[in-house]
C-alpha cells in the first residue's frame, strides 16, 4: 500500500516540477518566472525527500528556493533596463525545443539502460542526517572549516565591490 | 516516509485555507465597479508610477549577507540534529566555525553595509 501513495506522491511532485518549470520558460515576466522556479525548486525537494534523501531536501528548500532564488530576483530587478512585463520574451519554436529535448530524453534513457546499476551492499541508513554530521565534524573538520573562510572571503569580496561603487559615485 | 504525509496533509490544508477563502469572497461579494477599486490603495495617497521600478542597490547587500549565513545554516542543521552525540568536541568546532563567519559580518557592520543610507 506504501507504494501506491509513493507512486502518487511521485506522479504530483513530478507533474509540479515539469509544470512549474514550463511556466518559468513561458510567462512573460522575468519576476513571476522566478517565482514558478522557486515552485520548481520546493517541488525537487519533495523529490528528494521520496528518495529518503532529509538533509539534501532541507539544503534545496533553504540554498535553492532561499538563496538562489533571492539572487536572481536581485539581478533581475537590478539590471533591469524597459518594461518588466516584457522582460522574458516567449519564442514559440516548439517543433525545434520537441527536437532537441526529445533527442536529449532518447539518449539519457539509452545510456540509463545500458548503464549496470551497482545495488548498495547495506541497507539505506533511514537517519541520514545523524549519520553525516559525526563524519562532517570529525574526518572532515578541516573542509568544514574551510568552507567557513570561503563564505567569509565571498562575503567580504561582494562587501568590497558594493563599496567599490559607493566610491564611484552613487547613482541608484 | 510515513512521517512526511503530515507535511503533505499540512501543505493541502494551507493550501485549501487560501483557495477556500478567495474562492467564497469570490462568490458572495457585492460587485461595484468604479475607479477607485481598481486602485493600490482604495483611499491614502494617489500611486504613482509603477512598482516594477528599479530599485536602490543597497538592498543587494542585505541580500548578500541573507545568502552566506543561510549556506552556513546548512551546516548547522546536521551539527544541530546529532548536537549531544557529538558533545563538546562538535560545539567548540561550530564555535570556531561561527567565529569565522562573525568576523566577516563585523567586517559588513565595520563599513556600514548595515545601515541604511
Known sequence: MENVYELIAFILLGGMVLGSALLVVTLKNLVHSVLSLIVTFIAVAGIFLLLNADFLAAVQVLVYAGGVCIMVVFGVMLIQRSDIAESNPVNWRFGFAALLGGGIFILIGMFAARSQWMIAGTEVPKDTVGTFAPILLTDFVIPFEVAAILLTVALTGALLLVKEVKANGDRS | ?117
Not at chain 2, 43 to 55: K, L, T
Not at chain 2, 63 to 68: K, T
Open chain 2, 1 to 117: 516516509m510515513s512521517e512526511w504525509v503530515g507535511v503533505a496533509l499540512f501543505i493541502m490544508a494551507g493550501l485549501a485555507f487560501g483557495v477556500v477563502g478567495i474562492g467564497v469572497s469570490f462568490l458572495v461579494h457585492p460587485r461595484s465597479k468604479n475607479r477607485y477599486k481598481l486602485e493600490t490603495y482604495e483611499c491614502g495617497i494617489p500611486v504613482e508610477g509603477s512598482a516594477w521600478g528599479r530599485f536602490k542597490a543597497q538592498y543587494f547587500t542585505f541580500a548578500l549577507i541573507f545568502v552566506i549565513f543561510d549556506v552556513e545554516v546548512i551546516y548547522l542543521y546536521p551539527w544541530a540534529v546529532s548536537f549531544v552525540q557529538l558533545g563538546l568536541a562538535g560545539l567548540v568546532k561550530m564555535f570556531i566555525f561561527i567565529f569565522i563567519l562573525v568576523l566577516g559580518l563585523w567586517y559588513a557592520w565595520k563599513e556600514g553595509a548595515l545601515e541604511w543610507k
